[in-house]
Nanobody, 119 residues
């Protein structure tokens, strides 16, 4: 099992910045991916950014150039630096952790943190 604790959400004006953090604890596989998803009211949850244990990253087109994902493997923590925030970035942001082995992938979710961007 993996437990995820998120922090860093809040209210910010358009153009501002926020930094989200997510600390993982429990059984962490050497091959894993940590990342962020978000869900706005009335919309489906969507992937924002991920970073694998090997360092490869993925970003949704809507956040490329504005958001940066990073991780501290020693602390099992992933960060999302969000710059140039827009009202359409308003959502609940969920931390996601995937443990992978040769047979399967185990998926875990955080409780979510609210990000609100005012215009």
């Amino acid at each position: 099992q993996v437990q995820l604790v998120e922090s860093g959400g809040g209210l910010v004006q358009a153009g501002g910045s926020l930094r989200l953090s997510c600390a993982a604890s429990g059984t962490i596989f050497s091959i894993n991916t940590m990342g962020w998803y978000r869900q706005a009211p009335g919309k489906q949850r969507e992937l924002v950014a991920t970073m694998a244990s090997g360092g490869s990253t993925y970003y949704a087109d809507s956040v490329k150039g504005r958001f940066t994902i990073s991780r501290d493997n020693a602390k099992n923590t992933v960060y999302l630096q969000m710059n140039s925030l827009k009202p359409e970035d308003t959502a609940i942001y969920y931390c996601n952790h995937k443990n992978s082995n040769s047979r399967t992938t185990y998926v875990y979710w955080g409780q979510g943190t609210q990000v609100t961007v005012s215009s």
